[in-house]
């Protein structure tokens, strides 16, 4: 979130109103949203790398990564 973002009281009652299932799918589409941008951005800085070594990278990247 960005410092001048805040969540509204709506957003935290839609989230409220889910159920733990919904949360979880949303959170699992985040995930894998952020991979496939993350395989974008290495894929624009590196186009001579091919798609296992991109792969390669995003697993070890995503799995080195902390909140």
Do not use: N
């Amino acid at each position: 979130m960005l410092t001048d973002e805040q969540t509204s009281p709506e957003q935290f009652a839609a989230l409220r109103a889910m159920t733990g299932a919904r949360r979880l799918q949303l959170a699992e589409r985040l995930y894998w949203s952020a991979r496939k941008m993350k395989a974008a951005g290495l894929r624009s800085q590196h186009p001579d790398w091919p798609e296992p070594r991109l792969d390669d990278e995003v697993r070890r990247i995503f799995s080195h990564a902390r909140s």
